[in-house]
């Protein structure tokens, strides 16, 4: 009878072990390492993507796959930041209100316009852990350098920009963003 209880022990112990190879959790037991999706988000009480100018934003993604977000055992991303247009922002926690985002505009030969760029240069990735970086936005907006001499940026407040991790072997099919508004100094709560 021990042996029985024995053998059924072990039995058990293989199944279980067996169940999260592959890359997998205890809530994934699909054998693959690719996420159907990955999720972005602050890390601090609120989902808030709120920041000033020149201060830090530290963010953090989660690679998931099926119905029920199983985490995946993966931290390697590749980060983009993207200053938009047009877009509006969760101004509560719960996404019940939104706000639209104002334009940042470029002024070059007397015409005016929606400025977007790149801002890819404004993350910190950390060292010891790809999922977390820190976006840090620019205190003011360089003038891009293919823009004609005496061309300005008129900064308006709050901008967004939206922060973008794609996981390591997977594509844009398979990232997640967030939008972090940039508030202004004088109005931080956006």
Do not use: H
Not at 2 to 20: E, F, T
Not at 175 to 181: A, H, L
């Amino acid at each position: 009878m021990r042996r029985i209880v024995k053998s059924l022990a072990a039995a058990g112990v293989v199944l279980a072990l067996g169940a999260c190879s592959g890359g997998g959790s205890v809530l994934n037991f699909n054998s693959s390492a690719t996420p159907d999706r990955v999720i972005v988000t602050v890390v601090g009480p609120t989902n808030l993507a709120r920041v000033l100018p020149g201060a830090g934003l530290p963010l953090t993604a989660v690679a998931v796959q099926g119905s029920q977000n199983g985490f995946l055992n993966s931290n390697r991303f590749r980060w983009s930041a993207a200053l938009t247009t047009g877009m509006t922002y969760n101004f509560t926690s719960d996404g019940n209100q939104t706000r639209p985002c104002a334009n940042v505009n470029l002024t070059q030969s007397g015409t005016s316009a929606p400025y977007t760029a790149d801002f890819g240069i404004y993350i910190a990735i950390d060292p010891t852990n790809e999922a977390n970086i820190e976006f840090i936005p620019p205190t003011i907006i360089p003038v891009p350098g293919t823009a004609t001499p005496g061309s300005t940026i008129q900064t308006n407040f709050p901008y967004c920009v939206v922060v973008t991790a794609t996981p390591i072997g997977g594509g844009a099919q398979n990232s997640g963003s967030i939008t972090v508004v940039v508030v202004s100094p004088a109005a931080p709560l956006g």
